[in-house]
């Protein structure tokens, strides 16, 4: 069942063993409460946020959430200490668990600005913005880069790099398991084209056992996930978290978590409430559902709900009920819930809390 409270993580005691990463244009605050439904002991992050939009542009549109997403993360780009840090303590204001560095992203708009990928070829500046940040704010600061950069891309640059980061007091990195591309490749390219490697994530774990080391990068399927988690400290989904978000609350069963929706139906009923809620804020309902389009991915009548959504969501006029209405249209048996639960009839979303 889903729990009444969703502020049941508590952030005394974070865990990174499952994280949705960050994603331009994808993980916002409705995508990350829905996310937050399905796996109440995920870590969230918000998409990346430069330091200079955080202290001159409309915070509270940047930077709001709802209190259900905790634990999550606000990640920042930038590449100087004072503004870096200056973000930072306007993100620990408006109460973010956790402030993560972006090192990875290749896009040229990230390197025209001198962050992102980019600053691997910079590990001391990337130190000095990260022991800046951490005297700015109390809670965890943490880094999020690849394994390499364009020619950069030996075992030894990575745990050069890795050494030199952990200087500023860090003790969190998630890793990419791809080099990146600054030219040549576009973005997508680059989250597809540079060949994976997890074991030299496996071997960064063992080569700095006092860090903690969450892995990302080409995880899809819960048994991958717990078969890294033998070798990493977390994992981290991004594409597959999006695109078949129901990974998210089968990880949360499998891994011993309590609360969370039991089943997809659940979830829509829950999304449903949320949804009216928005509603009278002046949100779209395109804003909420474009996040749950691949809900019932792999599922009989995924592609009808997919369909009706993608359809209608965008009219004018289209409101919470259409999400009701293309549960409807889903077929098949009934699901087994990601934990116990059979399927149960989609309400309103007070009338399944307990």
């Not at 409309?58 to 004072?82: K, M």
């Not at 560095?101 to 990260?130: H, I, T, W, Y």
């Not at 950069?149 to 075992?155: A, F, I, L, M, Y």
Request: charge should be neutral; glycine fraction near 10%; hydrophobic fraction near 40%.
């Amino acid at each position: 069942m889903i729990t009444a409270d969703f502020e049941a993580n508590p952030v005394s005691s974070p865990s990174w063993r499952v994280c949705v990463a960050p994603m331009m244009d994808w993980t916002d605050r409705h995508c990350r409460y829905f996310h937050r439904l399905l796996a109440p002991s995920a870590r969230l992050y918000t998409e990346m946020v430069t330091s200079g939009a955080v202290i001159h542009g409309d915070r509270e549109r940047l930077l709001g959430f709802d209190p259900a997403e905790h634990p999550v993360a606000l990640q920042l780009g930038g590449s100087e200490p004072d503004d870096l840090a200056e973000a930072a303590r306007i993100g620990a204001g408006f109460g973010y668990d956790e402030i993560n560095l972006n090192c990875g992203c290749p896009s040229d708009r990230v390197q025209k600005g001198r962050f992102g990928a980019c600053l691997m070829n910079e590990p001391a500046r990337v130190r000095d913005c990260l022991a800046a940040i951490g005297e700015a704010v109390s809670v965890p600061v943490t880094v999020k880069t690849r394994i390499g950069v364009d020619d950069n891309d030996s075992e030894a640059f990575l745990h050069r790099f890795v050494e030199t980061v952990a200087e500023s007091g860090v003790e969190t990195f998630v890793i990419h398991a791809r080099k990146a591309w600054l030219s040549g490749l576009s973005p997508k390219q680059n989250r597809e084209v540079p060949p994976l490697d997890h074991a030299r994530v496996r071997r960064l774990a063992e080569r700095f056992p006092g860090l903690r080391i969450v892995m990302n990068g080409g995880i899809e399927r819960p048994d991958q996930v717990l078969v890294e988690l033998g070798h990493v400290d977390g994992v981290m989904l991004g594409r597959a978290a999006y695109q078949n978000p129901w990974v998210l609350a089968e990880l949360e069963h499998r891994l011993g978590g309590a609360g969370g929706a039991s089943t997809r139906a659940e979830a829509v009923a829950a999304m449903i409430d949320y949804a009216f809620e928005q509603r009278e804020r002046g949100v779209r309902l395109a804003s909420i559902a474009r996040h749950m389009l691949g809900l019932f991915h792999g599922q009989p009548g995924a592609r009808a709900w997919r369909r009706l959504l993608s359809q209608r969501m965008h009219l004018d006029g289209a409101g919470p009920e259409l999400l009701g209405e293309a549960l409807a249209r889903v077929s098949g048996p009934p699901e087994r819930g990601a934990g116990s639960g059979a399927l149960r009839p989609a309400q309103n979303r007070k009338m399944l809390l307990t």
